[in-house]
């Protein structure tokens, strides 16, 4: 069974900063995901999915076209980054890196739990090029000094998180991997780390647990255990 914490953030007990929207999402295709016959490791599990997300959009009108495309700043293999203002960015994910949308929802709820002063708020969705992307925004964090990533190691170690190869870090106690805490994802601004594109995974398939439930020292910002 997921650990009783991680439950809590996924199903609703623990309050997580703008999780409504996300944990909302989450649990309609959660509760959907026992319907489905496939893997999550076969390719048409996810496009099913996908098909389940839309019309969970088009039921909601969750779709939005309030993106601003000539604020493109940057972009990595899973997501594209576009300013807002001086505050805050917006970013467009099509979960690339997951094997499901629900997992890439979890991810978010995660962060958002772990790390609340970069916590990811869900504005709807974009199709582009037949591309389902969820558009997020985040606080836009400026960096002042290079990141040490050996202050991240520490902190996450001492945190209960052991690094298990590169930047990837596991939590055998919470049962979730963190993965890809590199220089350009961990930022310092003013000797405070701040953790902007975290990637979290949960060991094994506990998912539908949860949101079945759901249905029913140095300064550092953010990781609340």
Same mark, same amino acid.
């Given at each position: 069974?997921?650990?009783e914490?991680?439950?809590?953030?996924?199903?609703?007990?623990? @309050?997580?900063?703008?999780?409504?929207?996300?944990?909302?999402?989450a $649990?309609?295709?959660?509760a959907?995901?026992?319907?489905?016959?496939l893997?999550?490791? !076969? #390719?048409?599990?996810?496009?099913?999915?996908?098909?389940r997300?839309?019309?969970?959009?088009?039921? =909601? $009108? %969750?779709?939005?076209?309030?993106?601003?495309?000539? #604020? +493109?700043?940057?972009?990595?293999?899973?997501?594209?980054?576009?300013?807002?203002?001086?505050?805050? /960015?917006? #970013?467009?994910? *099509?979960?690339?890196?997951?094997?499901?949308?629900?997992?890439? %929802?979890?991810s978010?709820?995660?962060?958002?739990?772990?790390? &609340?002063?970069?916590? +990811?708020?869900?504005?709807?969705?974009?199709?582009?090029?037949?591309? /389902?992307?969820?558009?997020?925004?985040?606080?836009?964090?400026?960096?002042?000094? &290079?990141?040490?990533?050996? =202050?991240?190691?520490? %902190?996450?170690?001492?945190?209960?998180? @052991?690094?298990?190869?590169?930047?990837?870090?596991?939590? &055998?106690?919470l049962?979730? %991997?963190?993965? !890809?805490?590199? *220089?350009?994802?961990?930022?310092?601004?003013n000797?405070?780390?701040?953790?902007? !594109?975290?990637?979290? +995974?949960?060991?094994?398939?506990?998912?539908?647990?949860?949101l079945?439930?759901?249905?029913?020292?140095?300064?550092?910002?953010?990781?609340?255990?």
């Open positions: 069974m997921t650990n914490k991680v439950q809590a953030i996924l199903s609703g007990k623990s @309050q997580v900063r703008y999780g409504a929207n996300i944990r909302a999402v $649990c309609y295709l959660g959907s995901q026992k319907s489905s016959a893997d999550k490791t !076969d #390719k048409r599990f996810k496009q099913e999915e996908t098909e997300l839309k019309a969970y959009i088009n039921s =909601r $009108c %969750f779709w939005t076209k309030d993106v601003e495309l000539d #604020k +493109y700043v940057s972009e990595g293999a899973e997501q594209k980054v576009y300013l807002k203002d001086g505050r805050s /960015v917006i #970013k467009l994910n *099509d979960a690339i890196y997951y094997l499901s949308w629900t997992d890439y %929802f979890i978010l709820l995660l962060n958002n739990y772990f790390f &609340p002063d970069t916590a +990811y708020k869900l504005l709807g969705f974009f199709e582009h090029e037949t591309t /389902v992307y969820a558009v997020v925004e985040q606080s836009f964090i400026k960096a002042t000094e &290079p990141t040490d990533l050996k =202050r991240g190691e520490q %902190f996450m170690t001492s945190n209960g998180f @052991q690094r298990i190869r590169n930047n990837d870090y596991f939590n &055998p106690q049962g979730i %991997f963190l993965e !890809d805490l590199h *220089d350009e994802n961990v930022l310092t601004s000797g405070i780390l701040y953790f902007i !594109d975290t990637v979290f +995974y949960l060991q094994g398939d506990l998912t539908p647990v949860a079945q439930e759901g249905v029913q020292g140095t300064r550092y910002h953010g990781l609340r255990l």
